[in-house]
């Protein structure tokens, strides 16, 4: 297969994103043209250094990059106040320039909080994103939102700061673990179900097979990330269109606010229950046909990933506090909380018309 690029094109803040098989062996040549005085520091964390730090520590030496690395603690709970700032403090001590990059090689949340330390280190450096699993190569990766959690919610505190490059290397796929690959699968779903139908009906007939085939991996990445820069492109601070990349988001960041961002439900894990949720409600509220819910609730458990809140172990919150989680949901305007709704498969809209009985009534029903 060969590399393909899509390309986002936000003028001054333009990029590529480049997907294909070999791209970490290839990031030297790929990186040096923007590595300024060919220094770069990268922030990972400890589960992908020990995958893939030191093959692409040899790529970028073997063009004459230096490359120092600082590890962070894998998962959710690293994306917050007190890692930002050991990954700035760490920054400044390596002496990063404005003119040098910051590299982020790792998932969602590497990606994430790598991107707010490069965004408000020296008031701002550039950074490239290296995302390693399948929710970062379709989703966080690209479009710049950057930031970290708030005990009171996700992804509170951040900044728009677009990458200068993005490396999507299918094989490092490869080595997630199925229900990491699962979970990134949620993303991969929604973008089906937000606004192109004919994708879903893609997925519905090849999805169980992206584990196995890296072709059909690259077709997928590469379709949900045309996807989403057409959208980034319309609406780079997420004004008006971009909101509706958030379907299934409202629900699920409050269940991974609720769960304490722990390994009891990973983000696209979240996502799925959310996207769910959010059909569910579209049917009661008559946007939908009752059959559009029960579509996307059997795709979902085809490819091994819940649907319902009851699929989430331990202990929840009740409704209430469920709901004052959404409440502090970033999409939430002039105190009315916004949501993604669908009028079909791929028929995703904005909207803060939503009865909080049926809101309540779904909830209910899915526990």
Not at 324 to 329: F, G, H, P, T, V
Request: aromatic fraction near 4%; glycine fraction near 10%.
């Amino acid at each position: 297969m060969s590399i393909e690029t899509v390309h986002v094109d936000l003028g001054a803040r333009s990029y590529d994103v480049r997907i294909g098989q070999g791209l970490l062996a290839r990031a030297g040549d790929e990186i040096v043209a923007l590595a300024g005085r060919r220094r770069v520091a990268i922030l990972t964390d400890e589960t992908v250094a020990a995958l893939h730090l030191p093959a692409l520590q040899e790529a970028l030496a073997g063009a004459g990059i230096e490359a120092p690395a600082l590890a962070l603690p894998a998962g959710e709970a690293t994306k917050c106040w007190a890692e930002i700032g050991r990954a700035t403090e760490w920054l400044i001590a390596q002496r990063i320039e404005r003119r040098d990059l910051v590299i982020a090689l790792g998932g969602g949340v590497i990606g994430d909080l790598a991107g707010f330390a490069a965004a408000i280190l020296r008031r701002g450096v550039r950074f490239v994103q290296i995302p390693t699993t399948l929710l970062a190569q379709v989703d966080s990766s690209v479009g710049g939102k950057t930031g970290v959690n708030s005990p009171q919610g996700k992804n509170l505190i951040g900044a728009f700061h677009q990458p200068a490059l993005v490396l999507a290397d299918i094989d490092t796929l490869a080595t997630l673990s199925p229900r990491d690959f699962r979970a990134g699968y949620g993303e991969v779903a929604k973008y089906g179900l937000l606004g192109d139908e004919g994708f879903f009906e893609w997925l519905e007939a090849n999805a169980a097979g992206l584990a196995r085939d890296p072709a059909l991996r690259q077709q997928a990445v590469r379709h949900s990330v045309r996807m989403k820069a057409d959208i980034v492109q319309r609406d780079e601070t997420e004004q008006g269109d971009r909101a509706l990349l958030n379907l299934g988001h409202t629900f699920g960041h409050a269940l991974e606010s609720a769960t304490g961002y722990s390994d009891r439900l990973l983000h696209g894990e979240g996502v799925a229950i959310g996207c769910a949720l959010a059909y569910e409600l579209s049917a009661k509220m008559g946007l939908c046909s009752q059959e559009a819910p029960s579509r996307v609730a059997a795709h979902l458990a085809a490819m091994g990933l819940p649907a319902r809140i009851a699929d989430i172990p331990g202990e929840l919150p009740d409704d209430d506090a469920l709901i004052a989680l959404m409440a502090q949901d970033k999409k939430v305007q002039d105190g009315r909380l916004r949501f993604i709704l669908a009028r079909g498969i791929g028929r995703a809209f904005v909207t803060d018309q939503v009865d909080p009985a049926l809101l309540r009534r779904v909830l209910a029903e899915s526990r």
